[in-house]
């Protein structure tokens, strides 16, 4: 069988991301004039690519992250499964290694392997791949779908990385994200690889047309 293709994207930038505030789940907030931007030029990049599915959360930002693509006739599955991870009490606000304990002490504990541990009223990186496993399962499965496009967001993708490739989630802040990074993968049907590993030159080369022209 031959490999199929799978990019996983993270969603544009918003306001929220330039003030350092946290979104998780239950902020459904859209793209600034920056993420639409970055949308255009991720389009301009791989409009051409024959994907047969697209895949997003149910929160608006991955939705205007891939619009143009939709705007092209493009089937779409959005799957609260996809979603970010909540926050908790602490979703809305600005949280900062330097001012926050509590959150760096969750984020320590993750590294320690000690993932069931969660922000006040939020999720642990455990619930978050659980929600996942039945969106991973239904990409396995889907065999006629060869290249599909996934959005989604940071701390999600972190954990959906880790369950595809077979780290443990302990391992996640081991990938880095930005905003409308790419993540491409093969999936020969038993495995996953990495292909392009936190790929931001569709973004780039946005730039440099821009500069020139």
Not at 48 to 63: E, I, M, N
Not at 66 to 74: K, R, T, W
Not at 109 to 132: F, I, K, M, N, Y
Request: aromatic share 8%; with cysteine.
């Amino acid at each position: 069988m031959r490999p199929r293709t799978i990019f996983l994207l993270r969603h544009g930038q918003t306001d929220f991301n330039v003030q350092g505030i946290v979104q998780g789940s239950g902020v459904d907030s859209s793209l600034n004039d920056t993420g639409r931007r970055q949308a255009a030029q991720f389009f301009a990049a791989y409009g051409r690519v024959p994907f047969d599915k697209v895949y997003t959360s149910a929160l608006r930002r991955t939705h205007e992250s891939v619009q143009q693509f939709l705007d092209l006739g493009l089937p779409h599955e959005a799957h609260a499964g996809l979603n970010e991870i909540s926050w908790g009490e602490r979703e809305g606000t600005r949280i900062t290694m330097e001012e926050d304990a509590e959150y760096r002490g969750v984020l320590a504990d993750w590294g320690a392997g000690r993932t069931t541990s969660r922000l006040t009223g939020g999720e642990s990186p455990e619930e978050v791949a659980a929600r996942q496993r039945p969106v991973i399962e239904l990409l396995k499965a889907r065999n006629d779908e060869q290249t599909v496009l996934v959005c989604m967001h940071g701390r999600a993708m972190r954990v959906m990385l880790c369950q595809l490739l077979n780290y443990p989630l302990s391992c996640m802040e081991g990938f880095e994200h930005s905003n409308l990074c790419l993540y491409k993968l093969e999936f020969t049907g038993t495995m996953f690889t990495v292909r392009n590993f936190l790929d931001v030159t569709h973004l780039s080369a946005g730039k440099n047309a821009a500069l020139t022209s």
